[in-house]
């Protein structure tokens, strides 16, 4: 019997894309869906908050009328970023929206809540909660999420800063359940190594930056294009929590990378003001050094899927 859910068993390339605030969206998440891998979104990019409905209904019918018509190769599941943290006023209309429209995964972040968890599983969904440290894991699963997202060193926008070796073996000593591990995975070799750890799945993010349908501005997806592991920068300044960043961005907003002032983290907010601050500051994970042009999504989880193979073959030569 499979420790996975059944929302994951039928996932057949080990890949979910992480929610990517202000740049994922329907176009985005369907792409990744239909390729087959999880496509995600954060809730909060639907604004104003009407909006969510109206996407969620665009995705569910995109994805329902893509199976109908392709009944072998039906899309990945979705899922939908809650922000669980005081500072989210809208955390219990999404959560209703995601509840009307049985949201297959929720991803949770910066917070643990059983409520969130138990509105998820009255229709049958599952909870994915990010965390970076052993501890927060522990918390997490004894609130009732199904699953956790390792986040460590390296990975785009709210970082870790464990290594990924160290933090799978830690989760794994006592938690068997599914685990995705997110830190600079850009290739299929890197996604397989997720897996030689103990992960079951890999969490992308910032490779998909740079994909014909992201909503992110030209400049951010050449950055992408452009930048190495050499460009990232890690910083609490812009949200009082800690993140990797692109350093022209931050160039660009008249500040020193190099010389970046900490950030009182009693401070950290989610509302209006981080949307400017992500909008003008670019987050962004380590793997980038892998992404050598803007392509469709499709295209971009082909090729993951072919490293993959290939490095498969490589390992048992």
């Given amino acids: 019997m499979s420790r996975l859910p059944p929302v994951l068993q039928s996932l057949k390339f080990p890949v979910i894309a992480s929610p990517l605030f202000i740049i994922s969206n329907p176009k985005l998440l369907i792409a990744q869906c239909k390729a087959g891998v999880v496509g995600s979104m954060p809730a909060l ?40 943290h005081k500072s989210n006023d809208r955390l219990e209309h999404d959560m209703a929206l995601c509840v009307k429209y049985k949201v297959p995964i929720i991803i949770t972040s910066l917070g643990a809540r059983e409520d969130v968890n138990a509105a998820a599983h009255s229709y049958g969904g599952i909870v ?7 501890k927060f894991a522990k918390k997490a699963i004894e609130k009732g999420a199904d699953g956790l997202i390792a986040v460590a060193a390296g990975a785009g926008g709210h970082a870790g800063v464990k290594s990924p070796f160290a933090l799978i073996q830690e989760i794994r000593e006592w938690f068997d359940g599914p685990i995705a591990l997110s830190g600079s995975i850009a290739t299929g ?15 992308i993010g910032s490779a998909f930056i740079a994909t014909e349908e992201a909503r992110a501005a030209d400049d951010y997806k050449q950055a992408v294009v452009d930048g ?17 960043y692109l350093a022209p961005s931050i160039r660009n907003a008249g500040l020193d990378p190099e010389n970046l002032p900490e950030s009182d983290p009693s401070k950290m907010n989610f509302g209006g003001g981080a949307q400017k601050a992500w909008k003008d500051i670019w987050g962004c994970g380590q793997g980038i050094g892998a992404v050598k042009s803007v392509v469709p999504a499709a295209e971009l989880v082909a090729r993951l899927k072919r490293e993959y193979q290939e490095a498969k073959q490589r390992v048992s030569a």
């Fill in 45 to 84: 990019n639907a604004r104003p908050a009407e909006q969510l409905e109206e996407w969620l209904i665009e995705i569910t019918e995109a994805l329902a009328a893509h199976n109908r018509e392709h009944p072998d190769q039906p899309a990945a599941p979705f899922a939908i970023n809650q922000i669980v």
């Fill in 189 to 203: 070799g890197a996604v397989l190594a997720a897996q030689a750890m103990g992960a079951d799945f890999a969490y």
């Fill in 228 to 244: 190495t592991s050499d460009d990232i920068v890690l910083s609490n300044l812009f949200t009082g929590v800690h993140g990797n």
């Fill in 128 to 134: 994915l909660h990010d965390i970076i440290n052993n």
